[in-house]
């Protein structure tokens, strides 16, 4: 308590009440001399890149172009807010070069100045526009740069998301694709809202989109005298938003944020073995069974996700499974889902394949690339988000069984093994903005396939439980 009025006295000495200008406090760099841990994070996070992402720049001016200008400043109000309300940029001719800091992508004044949630999509966030910070820390102590305030808005324990949701949620507009009403093309705040971390409200059930996506953990969250006394620790909240997509041009701190990502992604998503599930005895895991003359049947599920899986750019995440089955000379004689680089799993013309994204149509229904094209899409492959605690709700399992008819072949396999792999995006995406010269080709060759660990699965045929053709129940 000692070192609270110390620590609280020591900078007030070196400071009236005068904060910094707006000015000064938006740009973020100003932020990285008293919270830098706070500042290196965000610099390599998707909100930092927002503006930068050459995908983003390249579908932004081809959209202007096909559009007529009608897409205006629709993108940018959500990946380069702040060089809108600043009025540096009405989207037509984006540049990312031309901007300063303080517009660039997603900015720390940007979240910390939200006054107010208008619309609950398409960014209807309100700015004060004064020198005041909000966060979720009760009682801040006093410093020379801004004012501080305590908003439920931010405390991830206790919000409703709508701060995140107002831009993970894309409604496009008729104006933009003439389908009245609307496409909702990026759905993650809804999808949130369906599940039990929203309907559920007591606490630690009800998780936010902060208390999955900024864990918090024990540690100081400005760096000053008299600050790092452990009586004082608020929490620190992680600014990375680590999820699947990563930067493919030079930028800051793209080590840990590619670590981070692997680190929430890993235990996503898995092929899910045999588990008890209430009442029923659920089977599991990967079976190779008689059912339709011979089929391999596989489970997949999304584990402690709080919305479908993929979601929001899901119609540009490819998600898949991998698998390969062999015989006692360990032959190969049965594979789906084995892709090669640059090309997309829907492209190698696999009858069997099992992938999961959305897939958006034109109006003539045939497949569309861009979000002002699309007039209709299809989600069903999308992996659900959990509804119900109950584990005697028929709808507590919400994994899906893939079946690959293997027929006769099923007697020859002695070995099956599985991998989910996944893209942020689609190659023939990319190559269609590279034709249109938008995009430069060197982008494609810095899209990772990402490997998701728990998706690795291994059958084999002397340790089956031979009344399923699964492996063994626990
Ligand atoms: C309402 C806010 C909002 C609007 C409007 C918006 N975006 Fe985004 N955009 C997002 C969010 C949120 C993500 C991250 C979604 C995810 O990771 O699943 C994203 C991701 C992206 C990405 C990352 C790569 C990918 O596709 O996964 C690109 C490129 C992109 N948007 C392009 C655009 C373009 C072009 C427009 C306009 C036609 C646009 N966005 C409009 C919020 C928005
Ligand atoms: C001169 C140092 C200094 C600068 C510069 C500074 N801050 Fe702070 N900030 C602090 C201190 C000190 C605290 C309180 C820490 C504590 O209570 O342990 C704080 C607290 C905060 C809080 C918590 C507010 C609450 O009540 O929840 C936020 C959010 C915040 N700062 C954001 C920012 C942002 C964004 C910037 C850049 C625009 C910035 N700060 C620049 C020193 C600074
Ligand atoms: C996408 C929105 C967003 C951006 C961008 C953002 N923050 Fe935050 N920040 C938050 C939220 C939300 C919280 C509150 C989390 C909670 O309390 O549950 C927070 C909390 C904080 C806090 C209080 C301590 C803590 O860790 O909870 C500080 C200080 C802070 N942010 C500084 C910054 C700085 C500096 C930047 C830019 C370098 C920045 N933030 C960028 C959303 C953002
Ligand atoms: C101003 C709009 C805006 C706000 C507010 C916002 N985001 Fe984002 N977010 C985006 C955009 C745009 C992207 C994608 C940038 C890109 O990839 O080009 C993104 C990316 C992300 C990603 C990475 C997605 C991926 O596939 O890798 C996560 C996770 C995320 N945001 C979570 C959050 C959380 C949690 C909050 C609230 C604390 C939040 N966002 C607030 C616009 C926003
Ligand atoms: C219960 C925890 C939880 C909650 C609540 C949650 N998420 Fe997620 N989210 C995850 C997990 C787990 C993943 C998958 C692993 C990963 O990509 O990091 C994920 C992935 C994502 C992605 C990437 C999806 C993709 O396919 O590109 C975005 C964007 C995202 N979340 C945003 C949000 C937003 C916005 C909210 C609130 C409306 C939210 N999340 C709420 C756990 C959660």
Request: net charge negative.
């Amino acid at each position: 308590m000692k070192a609270l009025i110390l620590a609280t006295l020591a900078l007030a000495a070196c400071s009236d009440d005068t904060a910094l200008s707006v000015e000064q406090l938006r740009d973020p760099g100003t932020c990285k001399q008293c919270h830098p841990q706070h500042f290196a994070q965000w610099s390599g996070s998707m909100h930092a890149y927002a503006s930068e992402d050459p995908v983003f720049v390249a579908m932004n001016k081809r959209g202007q172009r096909e559009t007529n200008n009608t897409l205006g400043d629709f993108c940018v109000r959500c990946h380069a807010p702040m060089a809108v309300e600043l009025g540096l940029t009405n989207g037509i001719d984006f540049d990312p070069a031309t901007l300063p800091a303080e517009a660039k992508g997603i900015t720390c004044y940007f979240c910390h100045n939200v006054d107010s949630v208008g619309e609950l999509h398409n960014n209807g966030l309100i700015l004060a526009n004064d020198q005041t910070m909000r966060g979720g820390v009760k009682d801040p102590v006093k410093n020379s740069a801004h004012f501080s305030k305590y908003d439920a808005k931010m405390d991830s324990d206790v919000n409703e998301s709508e701060l995140c949701g107002s831009c993970h949620d894309i409604v496009v507009p008729e104006s933009i694709n003439g389908v009245p009403g609307g496409v909702a093309v990026e759905r993650t705040f809804a999808e949130w809202q369906d599940s039990f971390f929203a309907t559920d409200k007591r606490p630690g059930i009800h998780l936010s989109c902060g208390s999955c996506h900024m864990i918090s953990k024990t540690d100081v969250i400005a760096d000053g005298e008299g600050l790092d006394v452990p009586s004082r620790n608020f929490g620190f909240h992680e600014h990375m938003w680590p999820a699947v997509d990563q930067a493919l041009t030079p930028f800051p701190e793209t080590v840990a944020q590619a670590e981070a990502i692997a680190r929430d992604l890993d235990p996503a998503i898995a092929i899910i073995g045999p588990i008890k599930l209430g009442s029923t005895a659920a089977t599991g895991g990967i079976c190779v069974t008689p059912e339709a003359g011979g089929t391999i049947t596989v489970r997949i599920d999304g584990l402690g996700i709080g919305h479908k899986f993929p979601s929001g750019a899901a119609q540009d995440r490819r998600v898949w499974v991998e698998l390969v089955a062999f015989d006692a000379a360990n032959a190969i004689v049965f594979s789906s889902g084995v892709v090669p680089d640059q090309t997309d799993p829907e492209e190698i013309g696999d009858p069997n394949l099992k992938a999961h994204f959305d897939r958006v149509f034109k109006a003539d229904n045939t497949p569309a690339h861009f979000f002002w094209e699309i007039a209709r899409f299809d989600d069903s492959t999308l992996l659900l988000q959990p509804t119900t605690l109950d584990q005697n709700d028929p709808a507590f399992d919400h994994s899906v069984t893939h079946r690959y008819a293997v027929g006769v072949l099923a007697n020859q396999i002695d070995r099956i093994e599985t991998r989910v792999l996944m893209r942020a995006l689609p190659f023939e995406v990319l190559r269609d903005l590279v034709a249109s010269g938008d995009l430069d080709a060197a982008v494609l060759d810095a899209v990772p396939t990402l490997e998701i660990s728990s998706g690795r699965r291994t059958w084999n045929r002397a340790d089956i439980d031979s009344t399923t053709g699964c492996e063994p129940r626990p």
